[in-house]
């Protein structure tokens, strides 16, 4: 579980989070609120990628600011954010996923293209592996992006906008995938979005900010 307790988050004389305690349990979690409510703030907070101006951010019982470098890259590797908008490296999509893996000190192209090609067959971007990542849309970026995240195993999924470039089938295709990895590999999925009919069909928990306050969590803890 990620834990965030009493997060405030300020940019120059702006706060932006306040006084945020929410927890991100075991299934799908979706964080909702318009657009500069603060949303992906709060995911690259409960990420690691931000530090908080205060409060505590507490993964698996272990504040990600209160120990070691060492540590605390350890727990953060357990955390993929994937960006609305992915960035990539020159070369091609699969020569981006391999870059992942050698940063966990797994080398072998062919091992990585054997755990990598049943995902991209389920989001329907097999095709994509080859191509230059650097010609590829919005659209095909954000899955190819998804496909090398849950290439990675991690343990809590963060999603910011995962829906935003999709078209109907591939939002099903996705979807399907991310409840997937939750019931076979007891992944924590969060999704920050503003479209409320993904929300329904996903999942029964929601978390609502608005303005950067915490306004509603459904179901209540």
């Not at 990628?49 to 600011?65: A, T």
């Not at 919005?138 to 995240?149: F, T």
């Amino acid at each position: 579980m990620i834990s965030l307790r009493n997060i405030v988050f300020k940019y120059g004389k702006r706060v932006i989070l306040r006084n945020i305690t929410t927890d991100i349990q075991d299934g799908v979690t979706y964080v909702i609120g318009p657009n500069g409510a603060g949303k992906t703030t709060l995911l690259k907070i409960a990420a690691g990628i931000y530090k908080p101006s205060s409060g505590e951010v507490i993964v698996d019982g272990i504040n990600i600011w209160d120990v070691d470098e060492a540590k605390a890259l350890e727990v953060r590797r357990r955390i993929i954010y994937v960006h609305e908008r992915p960035a990539v490296l020159r070369g091609t999509v699969l020569k981006n996923i391999v870059y992942g893996f050698k940063l966990r000190g797994v080398n072998d192209t062919g091992e990585v293209l054997r755990i990598v090609k049943p995902i991209a067959e389920e989001i329907n971007v097999v095709e994509l592996l080859w191509k230059n990542a650097g010609e590829l849309s919005a659209g095909q970026l954000q899955k190819v992006a998804l496909v090398r995240a849950i290439a990675l195993r991690p343990r809590y999924l963060l999603l910011d906008e995962p829906f935003s470039h999709l078209d109907e089938e591939s939002v099903k295709r996705v979807s399907y995938v991310l409840r997937r990895i939750v019931e076979d590999q007891g992944v924590c999925v969060v999704v920050a979005s503003h479209i409320r009919e993904a929300v329904e069909g996903l999942s029964p928990r929601v978390v609502m900010i608005r303005e950067g306050e915490l306004v509603k969590v459904s179901p209540e803890p």
